[in-house]
């Protein structure tokens, strides 16, 4: 005999049809749009031709498209190895308790506060020969210094100038996970005579695994996605060196009026974020059930 | 192994001027070499501070800790050589069993043989020799405390292995086994053990000697026999024994104790200072006797509760309680019944201000 | 208020927490659940609140189906292990909460009765944070009687006190809910303390329900021998044998004359309790020989382990009794004590209470 749940309340659907409203409106209307652009060749407002997939072939082999998704791919991966372990090293080096660790989290989170085309703009003036402090050192150091002549320069400089921005979340992660750690795990290690290293390696590094775990995916996701800071300091130049994949679909659809192709690949990058989206939830949800189990020793 | 002594005591500040503001009160107290010793007392009554204090990873606010004569107040764990089983289980998640085990002697750069053969040795006392190559972190609560013990084990120059509470996180039914593999390992390696717990089972079932604690003092240190036959303290009478000792207040004359209004007539070979006393009587000790039997006093029964192995009768009489502990055939009494219960008997002791006077 | 449960039984995914079972807890009577952790009793407890909703079968209240109503709108109370109190509230306005909520007269009043009666009546002024654990759980247990629900639940509430506390705490609970009219429902892992709550107890293993009558009546006859293992402190001894045609023989050990009940299996288990075992010999024991493996004294008691002919067993010794560890010692024990269980674990014979010496 099966039951049945008595239905809690039917006016609770009443209440959230504004949201729903705002929702269609602002997201899933537009997106339905993308998705008619995506499978329609618009040659004038007027005169649209059913073209099913073509869109979708045609984008997956364009070459432009492989190049800035390689380079997409090639930044990501730059940035996840920097500011992993740069991340790290920051959230072991600060003070565990009392007012340094408050004053100490917040200069280190300031960073993380500026508005991102202020990041970029920092770093252009920051980067420039004639009167930004980075630029003029590196002259001084006779380094032939420049970010929008020299292609390898500004990939550095995006590299940084990301590293410089988002190493303190990786930070703040890894302080919350080693707060996390009971005290009897440190003394136990002591009582067995492990090294500096040893603690690090055997207690707190897998101890911080959820939290780690949690720092490379929200990283890898927000790097995929990048578009504002490299766009304000190099505007995807010199070339085409800095042009990462947010930027070159928006080249596409509003630079260039090629809308079918554009949507056609902004759906794929939707699906692929989606699918990163849902890999994280799983991650974080597995992660959850494990620490649970974790506490109870 | 080695013997433990404090000279010591902690308090919270700075300026400690009275009883509250120490965490342990002076006290001098030495462990042997070799015995198995428990540190038992109600919680925030300073044991697990003696207990870090010992293991080094607090230090007194005054007064020192010898390891076999010699200070060794300021050192840290590692150098005391001590070996430390937490509330919890303590273990490395990325290690398979023998990994953890070999662990302290690997920090110690001992010959990969020797550490396999020391591994497999202590596997074989934990009964744990068919799990060596199993991560340590899909083990049971249980299981993992074991490995804790044995990491300290390992070692075969460990001066002394302290417990703190230990058993808190294991269920019930492996409680016991865990306490017997506790107690066989101290029965064969013959370490000096300290084990700081509040649950008494715990402590008299493990320990040669038991330190009773209340609020930073040591109030007795003794075998469980003599904290169960002779408590010193009242709180000792209290606090041993599942129920506790029973009290009942009254005046002491030259040869009679007058729990008012029944006068108990003292036996000739016992004497008692005069004056407000309170009587004590474990619920083991009191027995149902014949109406009018002097030594016992007239009782009704307030409540009857069939505790499997025995029968608990509560009875009152003026205003005061007692329990007792009565073979199963007693279970046909019922509240509102009258009884008589023997009181004064060899076991009975008397107690003034607390303290032990007869 | 009758709470009846009929068929429930709980899965969640592929995993069964309850299997099919049925109870109808005594009114106004205190029901312990015991069972070792994971045996399903916090899984039982929520559907009992309506903090979850069986699978299967039906929760009645006085007869009526009451699965699918909110929890909010169930008259129940619940207490948990870890002392949970409104944190920014004082201790007179979270005692005071539930009869607030109600629109209640002379609340203050009430208010202080409870909290005299649980003996808290000197902190109504502070806040649950800067009370100890017991005293924070006894704000709890106030909150819960004041709120005066017919059905109340108790998950472990004494597991994170200290021994001596719990001792004290259970005695009170004892007289509170004597002189209660709710029912109460209380889990734990510990066979002691539903002997010394007395009232009704319902065993619980792996989710399954085992067993569920009078405290005593299970502890004397358990229908299983899972039963007698869940509900017995220190474990009972279960030593292997057979049947004959006199009685029962011990294998390796000696025969017992015992009148089995019409035809039984070969193949047979013996339960003797800890403390049926004594050294001093009675009229009549039968006696097992061994050598004593490890003597444990708790003060009041003595636990003895011997290794002998028909296995290890553990003796209940009151008092205190020194031992030497490989001394040859005997132990005695009247046949009329033992349990008898078949193949299939079922109870085949108890020992008749009020007898034996």
Redesign the interface.
Same mark, same amino acid.
Not at chain 2, 238 to 244: A, D, E, N, Q, T
Not at chain 2, 305 to 310: E, I, K, L, M, S
């Given at each position: 005999m099966s039951t049945t749940i008595k239905p809690v309340n039917q006016k609770a659907w009443f209440l959230i049809l504004p949201v729903l409203v705002c929702v269609a409106f602002s997201a899933i209307l537009p997106l339905m749009t993308v998705v008619n652009y995506s499978v329609q060749d618009i040659i004038s407002p007027e005169r649209r031709v059913f073209v099913g997939t073509e869109w979708f072939a045609a984008i997956m082999r364009d070459e432009e498209l492989h190049g800035a998704l390689l380079r997409q791919l090639t930044f990501s991966f730059s940035v996840l190895m920097v500011e992993l372990p740069l991340g790290i090293l920051l959230a072991l080096a600060m003070p565990a308790q009392g007012w340094k660790s408050s004053a100490v989290l917040v200069i280190v989170s300031l960073s993380l506060l500026i508005p991102w085309n202020v990041v970029g703009t920092i770093w252009q003036i920051f980067g420039r020969t004639d009167i930004g402090l980075m630029g003029a050192a590196l002259q001084g150091l006779g380094i032939e210094y420049s970010y929008t002549g020299n292609a390898t320069h500004a990939w550095l400089t995006v590299l940084l100038m990301d590293v410089w921005h988002w190493t303190p979340l990786v930070g703040l992660l890894g302080y919350a996970g080693l707060r996390s750690i009971p005290d009897a795990y440190y003394q136990a290690a002591s009582i067995d005579g492990a090294s500096k290293l040893a603690v690090f390696w055997y207690v707190q590094l897998p101890k911080m695994r959820g939290v780690l775990m949690i720092a490379v995916l929200l990283r890898f996701m927000d790097s995929f996605m990048i578009y504002t800071e490299p766009f304000v300091l190099t505007g995807g130049g010199p070339g085409n060196s800095t042009t990462f994949l947010s930027q070159f679909l928006t080249l596409k659809a509003v630079g260039q009026f090629d809308v079918g192709p554009a949507a056609a690949f902004s759906l794929i990058y939707f699906l692929i974020i989606l699918l990163l989206s849902f890999i994280l939830y799983n991650w974080m949800q597995r992660v959850g059930t494990q620490e649970k189990g974790g506490a109870h020793g | 192994m080695a013997r433990i002594e404090l000279d010591l005591a902690h308090a919270y500040g700075r300026n400690p001027k009275q009883d509250s503001d120490y965490a342990l009160l002076p006290l001098r107290m030495t462990f042997e070499d070799g015995g198995a010793y428990a540190l038992l007392g109600? @919680? !925030?009554c300073g044991k697990t501070t003696m207990l870090n204090i010992m293991?080094g990873?607090l230090a007194p606010s005054q007064g020192s800790v010898y390891f076999d004569g010699v200070e060794v107040t300021r050192a @840290?764990?590692?150098a005391r050589n001590?070996?430390?089983v937490?509330?919890? /289980?303590?273990i490395?998640?990325?290690?398979t069993v023998a990994e953890n085990l070999a662990? /302290?002697l690997r920090?110690?750069q001992v010959p990969k043989a020797q550490v396999d053969r020391r591994v497999a040795e202590i596997a074989e006392i934990l009964e744990m020799s068919g799990q060596l190559n199993q991560r340590a &972190?899909n083990l049971a609560?249980d299981e993992?405390q074991k490995i804790?013990l044995g990491?300290?084990l390992v070692r075969p120059d460990v001066t002394a292995v302290l417990f703190d509470e230990p058993l808190t996180?294991i269920?019930? *039914?492996l409680k016991?086994q865990l306490?017997?593999k506790i107690?066989?390992i101290h #029965?064969d390696l013959k370490l000096t053990m300290i084990y700081v717990t #509040?649950?008494?089972?715990e402590a008299?079932?493990?320990a040669d000697q038991v330190v009773v604690m209340t609020r930073g003092r040591a109030v007795q240190v003794g075998t &469980? &026999?003599e904290?169960?036959?002779r408590p010193g303290h009242t709180f000792v009478g #209290?606090?041993? !024994?599942?129920? !506790?000792m029973n009290f009942l207040t009254g005046v002491a004359a030259r040869n009679s104790f007058l729990i008012d209004p029944v006068d108990l007539p003292m036996p000739p070979s016992r004497t008692l200072p005069p004056g407000e006393l309170k009587l004590g009587v474990?619920p083991?000790y009191v027995s149902l006797v014949a109406p009018g039997t002097p030594g016992a006093l007239p009782m009704s029964v307030t409540?009857v509760?069939?505790? !499997?192995? *025995?029968v608990?009768l509560c009875a009152s009489f003026a205003g005061q309680s007692v329990k007792a502990?009565m073979p199963?055939?007693a &279970? *046909?009494f019922s509240k509102g019944d009258n009884v008589w219960l023997q009181v004064m008997t060899e076991h009975t002791c008397f107690y003034q201000n607390e303290e032990i006077v007869a | 208020m009758q709470l009846t449960l009929e068929g429930v039984s709980k899965k969640a995914g592929a995993q069964s927490w309850l299997y099919e079972m049925s109870i109808a807890p005594r009114s106004n009577a205190v029901t312990v659940l015991l069972g070792a952790t994971q045996a399903g009793k916090t899984s039982l407890m929520r559907i009992m609140a309506g903090l979850d909703v069986p699978t299967h079968g039906t929760v009645k209240v006085d007869g009526q189906n009451v699965v699918g109503v909110p929890v909010r709108e169930r008259n129940v109370a619940m207490v948990y292990q870890q002392f949970i109190n409104y944190p920014s509230m004082r201790v007179w306005d979270n005692i005071a909460s539930p009869l607030k909520l109600r629109g209640e007269h002379g609340i203050d009043q009430r208010v202080r009765e409870l909290a005299k009666k649980l003996h808290i009546d000197m902190f109504l002024e502070r806040y649950p944070a800067e009370l100890s654990g017991g005293q924070q759980q006894r704000v709890a247990l106030a909150r819960a009687l004041a709120k005066g629900a017919p059905l109340m639940l108790l998950d472990e509430p004494l597991v994170n006190l200290d021994y001596k506390l719990r001792e004290e705490l259970r005695d009170e609970l004892s007289a509170l809910f004597a002189d209660g009219n709710s029912t109460v429902i209380y889990a734990t892992t510990e066979p002691g303390e539903a002997l010394l709550l007395g009232g009704y107890t319902a065993v619980m293993d792996a989710g399954e329900l085992l067993q569920y009558g009078p405290t005593a009546e299970v502890f004397h006859k358990p229908e299983s021998l899972r039963v007698a293992r869940a509900f017995s402190d220190p474990p009972m001894n279960l030593l292997a044998a057979h049947a004959t045609a006199g009685g029962v023989q011990l294998d390796g050990g000696p025969a017992l004359a015992l009148q089995l009940p019409g035809s039984t299996t070969q193949k047979l288990t013996l339960g003797l309790r800890a403390s049926a075992l004594r050294v001093n010999r009675g009229e009549g024991d039968v006696d097992l020989i061994g050598k004593v493996e490890l003597a444990e004294i708790s003060g009041s008691d003595t636990f003895v382990h011997v290794a002998t002919q028909v296995g290890e067993v553990v003796a209940q010794l009151t008092g205190v009794h020194y031992f030497d560890l490989g001394a040859q010692v005997s132990l005695y024990f009247d046949p009329t004590q033992i349990y008898v269980f078949d193949a299939a674990d079922m109870l085949l014979l108890a020992p008749v209470r009020g007898g034996g010496r």
């Open positions: - | 109600p @919680s !925030g293991s990873l @840290s764990p590692q001590i070996a430390q937490f509330q919890f /289980p303590v490395y998640d990325t290690m662990f /302290p920090n110690r &972190a609560a993992k804790s990491r300290g996180v269920d019930p *039914h016991w306490r017997r107690k066989q #029965h #509040h649950d008494q089972v008299l079932t493990f &469980a &026999a904290l169960f036959e #209290h606090f041993i !024994g599942s129920p !506790g474990r083991e409540q509760q069939d505790v !499997g192995t *025995h608990m502990r199963s055939d &279970a *046909h | -």
